[in-house]
Structure formats: structure tokens, C-alpha cells
């Protein structure tokens, strides 16, 4: 009839002004992603939701990663330098960064370019052992035994005060700038693999201490994306 074909006329104008209208409205260089599940934030120690970590791992680096084009999977340096030394039966590794990688530019830094040094590290993983930092991945370090920080926080336990972040541990040293060293007190030769894992990208101290309770939602990394927005529960934006 005219009148059905007038509606279908309308529609099909309709659907063509649609087409024409998506590519304006989306810009090519914008990846629309649906997540399955809400985020919690984005605090490497202290999420473990696929939704959270799929952001922390694009805004945060951890020392190694894995060859994407590699069958089978390889194992190569990110922040790295190289590949760990392993000494003593696996029991001594020592890792080197590559020099001038730089954190996202912060108001924790005062203005100033801040590089990823061997420090960050070590103060990221003691954050697994601090009781303040509400964590489900402590077992990742512990259950390999690095010396003296299991010690280090049950005396933060036991005296009831703040875990103390300067002192020295016997398994997690500052070799130099560049260079730390992790001891195990039985040897572990996947234990190199831990450092592929998002939540132990490095997060400075800087950051930790300005934002305090307001961290999960301020991610400061040295990777490819940083947090621009977040609606929590709705909308995040890198």
C-alpha cells in the first residue's frame, strides 16, 4: 500500500542518516571496550578483579612481560634491561632496569620528570607485606620465602605500629640506581615468572603518600595509558 511503503521509505532514510551520522560521532582513535564486571581501582597490590587489573596493567609495568608473537610463549624484558642474573641455585636473582623510563607526570612529583629507579621496586614489593595494604597477593612473595620480610611484618603486627619501609631486608636490596636484588631462602627457578604479573608493576612512594586513602582511584605508572576519568562502576577513560 502507499502508506506501508511511505514507512518503509522513512525507515530506511532513517537507518542511512544513522550510518552517515556513527563515524562523526566516534573518533578513529577510540577503542569502546564493554567490561564484564564492575572495577574496585586501581592500586596494583590491592585488586585482583579481571576488570581492575586489565586497567592496571595498561597503566602500570612490571619488569618482565612475554614475546605477544612467540609459540612458544618467551620471556623478555619490559622495564628490564635484560633477563634476570640468576645465582646460587635460584636462590639470588638480580635485575637491571633500563635507564630513562619515567612515571606519568603527577602532582606527587612537584612538577618535575620522575624515573623509574631500582628503589620503586623495592618499595613496591615491601607493600605486599605491609598490614596496612589490604591484599589477596601476599602469597605470591611469600610463598617463596624471600628472606626477612615475612619477619619485617609480623614485627609491624606484633608491635602495632606502621610497617617501616626502611629497613633493611636481607632478600630485597638497592644494589644501585639501576640494580636490585631478591633473595629466596630455597631455590625457585620460576620465580623470575612473578615479574611478569601486573600487580608488580612499580608504584611510586610518592604517589602512595599524597593520595593515602584516595590511591585505588590516582594510578601513577610508566605505561602506555594513564587514568584521564572514572565514574565508578560506569565509565573509565585512559
Known amino acids: 500500500s502507499p502508506h506501508r511503503r ?28 564493554a567490561m564484564q564486571t564492575a572495577e574496585v581501582g586501581f592500586d596494583p597490590p590491592q585488586v585482583s ?26 620471556l623478555v624484558p619490559l622495564v628490564a634491561a635484560a633477563l634476570p642474573e640468576v645465582h646460587d641455585d635460584a636462590t639470588r636473582f638480580v635485575f637491571t632496569l633500563r635507564p630513562g623510563i619515567f612515571f606519568a607526570d ?11 629507579t631500582a628503589a620503586d621496586f623495592v618499595y613496591s614489593f615491601k607493600r605486599f607485606y605491609d598490614p596496612a595494604v589490604i591484599t589477596e597477593h601476599l602469597y605470591l612473595f611469600g610463598n617463596e620465602q624471600v628472606l626477612g620480610l615475612s ?21 630485597l636490596r638497592v644494589l644501585d640506581r639501576y640494580r636490585l636484588q631478591i633473595r629466596l631462602a630455597r631455590p625457585s627457578p620460576r620465580f623470575v615468572l612473578l615479574f611478569t604479573y601486573a600487580q608488580t608493576g ?10 593515602g586513602a584516595d590511591l585505588m582511584a590516582h594510578p601513577v605508572g610508566t605505561g602506555p595509558f594513564r587514568l584521564a576519568k572514572w565514574t565508578r562502576g560506569s ?4
Open 6 to 33: 511511505r514507512l518503509l521509505a522513512a525507515a530506511g532514510a532513517c537507518a542511512a542518516g544513522l550510518a552517515v551520522a556513527r563515524p562523526r560521532d566516534l573518533s578513529p582513535r577510540t577503542l569502546r571496550v
Open 49 to 74: 578483579d579481571n576488570t581492575s587489573l586489565t586497567i592496571v596493567s595498561h597503566v602500570f609495568e612490571p619488569l618482565l612481560g612475554y614475546d605477544p608473537l612467540a609459540s612458544p610463549p618467551k
Open 106 to 116: 603527577d602532582p606527587a612529583f612537584g612538577g618535575r620528570p620522575r624515573e623509574l
Open 151 to 171: 619477619e619485617l611484618r609480623r614485627r609491624a603486627i606484633d608491635a602495632k605500629r606502621p610497617f617501616d619501609y626502611d629497613a633493611p631486608v636481607e632478600g
Open 202 to 211: 612499580a608504584v611510586a612512594r610518592e604517589v602512595v603518600e599524597r593520595y
Open 235 to 238: 565509565r573509565i577513560v585512559l
